[in-house]
């Protein structure tokens, strides 16, 4: 039973545009929202989250969107950059305890 | 600063045997947590520990066990090899409920 979902297996976007990944979750209880970016071979490196009492969050070029009523959770990447290249998994998780990962977007950024 | 530590980065074992994972992790974090991923799959959240106690388990089989030490450091034991546990063995650990930050990994190969 998949509670994270990512439906988008990949995208590609032209350097210097916006890259918009989506996230979907099925449990109104997750209350903690995280985004990572992984390169093959290395463990997932932490981006950016979000708790469930706000509805944006930025950090340099990397913007997190919560949409709790529609249970959907969006990472916008202004401007894109090649060195971007890689998988970005979304996770959630109750009070910070159990993560539950979707399937992974692989985002490729062209020069 | 040192970041999540983990050993060995690669092992191969046949059917039946036991393996032993470990990891470090970073200063400060008390609590730890195990995931497996398989190719083409987000991480699976196995284990949660704080403080030397089991927080969380996920859906995986008693051969799958773990413990932390005084010193935070974490195990996680894996019985009666099958098959289908190749996969890579993520550690993360944490200090606060919205952020995770993972280790390497360990690449388990069974034959």
């Known amino acids: 039973d998949q509670q994270v979902k990512q439906n988008s297996p990949s995208l590609s976007v032209q350097e210097g545009r916006i890259s918009i990944l989506n996230c979907d979750y099925t449990?109104?209880?997750?209350?903690?929202f995280l985004w990572y970016k992984k390169y093959p071979a290395e463990g997932p490196t932490f981006l950016i989250s979000?708790?469930?009492?706000?509805d944006k969050n930025e950090d340099g070029r990397f913007t997190v969107f919560l949409n709790k009523s529609a249970k959907h959770l969006s990472l916008h990447i202004v401007p894109s950059q090649p060195g971007d290249s890689a998988v970005y998994f979304c996770?959630?998780?109750?009070?910070?305890?159990?993560?539950?990962f979707g399937t992974g977007t692989s985002l490729t950024v062209i020069p | 600063d040192a970041g999540v530590t983990q050993s060995p980065t690669h092992l191969i074992k046949t059917r039946g045997q036991h393996v032993t994972l470990r990891c470090s992790p970073i200063?400060?974090?008390?609590?730890v947590s195990w995931y497996q991923q398989v190719l083409g799959q987000g991480p699976q959240f196995i284990f949660q520990y704080y403080e030397k106690e089991e927080r969380g388990r996920g859906n995986f089989p008693d051969r799958f066990s773990a413990r932390q030490f005084p010193n935070y450091s974490s195990e996680l034991n894996v019985n009666a090899l099958l098959l289908g546990d190749s996969a890579l063995y993520l550690c993360?650990?944490?200090?606060?409920?919205?952020?995770?930050?993972f280790g390497p990994g360990t690449r388990l190969t069974v034959l």
């Open positions: 996770a959630a998780s109750i009070t910070g305890n159990q993560f539950y």
């Open positions: 200063s400060g974090h008390k609590s």
């Open positions: 979000i708790s469930s009492i706000k």
């Open positions: 449990n109104s209880m997750f209350d903690y």
């Open positions: 993360a650990s944490s200090w606060r409920e919205d952020t995770q930050y």
